[in-house]
């Protein structure tokens, strides 16, 4: 869910060249991460289940991509009619004036193990000072994270040292050669890695001290809004039967993600468990929950991506959700 500067740069190029792009299948959306994190598992079970038809739209296909602003390029230029991004970078976007509106939440809370090195001391706040942190790319929702764990433990940025060094597994390939001491891994790439016998030592209290914060939100584009609201509700709505699949029938849904995703079942369920130890409904079935909105506010203003407060009014239409988030 990494964030850049040319995000505005990229999503007027996507913008301009909608006239020339031939018409995407309708049917297509477009989730962050699909068949790789686990953003995409509600989709993966509506697709098997049948949930989409069910609720009266046809969504047959579902494009990805590595996250950030690809995922809103990918939606505005493929003219999909739904995507489920990084927050970021939906705020980032409508901030320069792109015609998108959040229109539900997807996910909010922890779902990644920060570990370190078997061995390292690293038991408490005062272990953290002088220590190395992992992050991909300046200005990046990564380092958002790690200067809210900072704050949180009464620290200062200038008490640890900060290391942008790219995607999951170069952070992962520093830890192991011993060129940073702390990394941030997402399931199922946890579950996976755990199977495979590698040995990472979590650190569960650093994990307490991340903000609570959202992470995806689903985006449509203002014509769709004119065209398609009731297709945009069908998705939602079949899409909350997913999430509550998972929580009902964790087992099955770990056979019908895997499936999707082209995984081992083993690893999809641990991966369920994993999540589920950390942030009980990390999967949210589309109300709002501004608390988590506001928390990846303050990490956004902490690496001046946006100023505080942030009215949300410019930002989401709830008319396609009811209700508060489930906690």
Request: no cysteine; hydrophobic share 45%.
């Amino acid at each position: 869910m990494t964030l850049t500067r040319t995000l505005a740069g990229a999503l007027a190029l996507a913008w301009a060249g909608l006239t020339a792009a031939g018409p995407a299948q309708a049917e297509d959306i477009v989730v962050t991460h699909y068949g790789s994190l686990m953003y995409g598992a509600p989709y993966a079970i509506a697709m098997e289940k049948g949930y989409f038809e069910e609720a009266g739209v046809d969504v047959t296909g579902i494009l990805t991509s590595k996250g950030g602003g690809t995922s809103v390029r990918n939606m505005m230029a493929g003219e999909t009619p739904f995507a489920e991004v990084a927050l970021p970078a939906a705020v980032s976007a409508i901030k320069e004036g792109f015609p998108i509106r959040i229109v539900m939440m997807g996910t909010s809370g922890s779902s990644a193990h920060l570990v370190t090195r078997n061995g390292e001391k690293l038991e408490n706040v005062e272990d953290l000072k002088g220590k190395r942190l992992v992050y991909s790319r300046p200005k990046s929702v990564s380092e958002a994270i790690f200067l809210g764990i900072v704050d949180n433990a009464g620290l200062t940025p200038d008490d640890v040292k900060m290391v942008a060094i790219g995607g999951f597994s170069a952070g992962l390939t520093a830890l192991e050669q011993n060129e940073i001491d702390v990394a941030i891994i997402p399931e199922p790439i946890f579950a996976k890695k755990a199977a495979e016998g590698t040995a990472y030592q979590k650190l569960p209290w650093m994990n307490a001290l991340v903000p609570y914060s959202a992470s995806t939100v689903g985006i449509v584009t203002e014509d769709m809004l004119a065209k398609r609201p009731d297709d945009i509700r069908a998705i939602i709505a079949a899409r909350a039967k997913g999430v509550q699949f998972i929580y009902d029938h964790p087992e099955e849904a770990a056979q019908l993600i895997a499936k999707a995703y082209g995984m081992e079942p083993e690893i999809v369920a641990a991966a369920i468990s994993n999540i589920r130890g950390m942030t009980d409904h990390w999967w949210k079935p589309g109300a709002f929950d501004y608390e988590a909105m506001d928390g990846m506010a303050k990490m956004m203003a902490a690496v001046d991506l946006v100023e505080l407060p942030l009215d949300w009014s410019g930002y989401v239409d709830e008319s396609f959700v009811d209700g508060k988030a489930i906690q």
